[in-house]
C-alpha cells in the first residue's frame, strides 16, 4: 500500500509501547477480578464453616445502617455467649433493607473467637475487608471496561495510520472541557475524542490589570502550533513527533 504513518519507525515503536501498556490494563481488570471472585469464594466458605460447626444460638438486630451511598448496609448485633452479653458488626449490604431494630436473628459464632460469627443466611466479612473488595471489584471492572475502550480506538487508531503518511500541519489548539478543539486558520475544526487531550493548547494572553506589575506580561501565543496528522475525511490522528500521545478527533459540521 505504500508508505503510511504506520510504518514509519517512530509510530511504530509508540505502537508497540501503546499496545502493551494496553495489554497490561486488560491483565489488571483480570487479575483483580480473579482476586475478588476467590475473596468472595473464601469469605463463602468461612461462613459456610460457621453455619455448620460454629455455635448456634439467638441474637438482636440492637443497630441498623440502610444500604445508602453512604452505607455498605451494617447491623450491630446483640447475643450472650455463656453468661457474657456480647455484640458484633455485621455487613449486610442490600439484606439490610430486610432487618429491622430489634428483629431476632439467628447468631452463628466459633467457640473460639466469638468475635467471628454471622447471622442467618448472611455471608458476613471482617469490616477491613470490605473496602479491598470493593476496590478489586470495581477496579478490576473499570479496567476492563477501559481496555475494551481502548481496545476500539486502537482499532481505529489503527485503520487511521494504515490510511497514509503523516503529514506536518499547523492548527491552533485549546482545551474543550475532557477534549481539545483544533482549528485550522480557514475555520475547519476537529474535536478530539471524550478522555483524549492534547498534552500542550495553545494558551490565550491573560487580562491585565493595569497596574503594571511585572508578572502580568502576556503570554506569547501563536496563532497555531506545528503538528502531525493522519486525516481521513472525518477522522483525524493528530501527534506531536509521529508518536505518543496519539489524539484521535472527528471534524467538526
Known amino acids: 500500500m505504500g508508505e503510511t504513518a504506520a510504518n514509519d519507525p517512530v509510530t511504530r515503536a509508540a505502537l508497540r509501547t501503546y499496545y502493551r501498556r494496553a495489554a497490561g490494563l486488560a491483565l489488571v481488570g483480570v487479575v483483580c477480578l480473579v482476586a475478588y471472585v476467590a475473596a468472595a469464594a473464601l469469605l463463602g466458605a468461612m461462613n459456610d464453616d460457621l453455619r455448620t460447626s460454629g455455635v448456634r444460638t439467638t441474637g438482636t438486630i440492637a443497630e441498623l445502617d440502610e444500604d445508602t451511598s ?37 447468631v452463628f459464632y466459633d467457640a473460639s473467637a466469638p468475635g467471628r460469627m454471622t447471622i442467618d443466611d448472611v455471608d458476613n466479612q471482617p469490616a477491613w475487608s470490605v473496602w479491598p473488595m470493593i476496590f478489586l471489584l470495581v477496579g478490576g471492572l473499570a479496567a476492563l471496561v477501559g481496555s475494551v475502550v481502548g481496545a476500539l480506538r486502537r482499532r481505529s487508531l489503527g485503520r487511521l495510520l494504515r490510511s497514509g503518511p503523516w503529514r506536518p500541519v499547523r492548527l491552533a489548539v485549546v482545551d474543550a472541557g475532557r477534549r481539545s478543539l483544533f482549528t485550522a486558520p480557514g475555520g475547519a475544526a476537529w474535536r478530539s475524542l471524550v478522555g483524549s487531550r492534547w ?43 509521529r508518536g505518543e500521545p496519539f489524539v484521535l478527533a472527528r471534524r467538526r459540521s
Open 70 to 106: 453512604r452505607s455498605s448496609g451494617r447491623a450491630v448485633v446483640e447475643y450472650r455467649v455463656g453468661d457474657a452479653e456480647r455484640n458484633a458488626s455485621v455487613d449486610l449490604g442490600a439484606l439490610a433493607d430486610g432487618y429491622t431494630v430489634g428483629q431476632a436473628v439467628t
Open 199 to 241: 498534552p500542550r493548547p495553545n494558551r490565550a494572553p491573560r487580562q491585565l490589570s493595569g497596574w503594571g506589575l511585572p508578572d502580568e506580561d502576556p503570554a506569547v501565543v501563536p496563532v497555531d502550533q506545528a503538528l502531525w496528522w493522519v486525516d481521513k475525511g472525518r477522522t483525524a490522528v493528530f501527534s506531536s513527533d
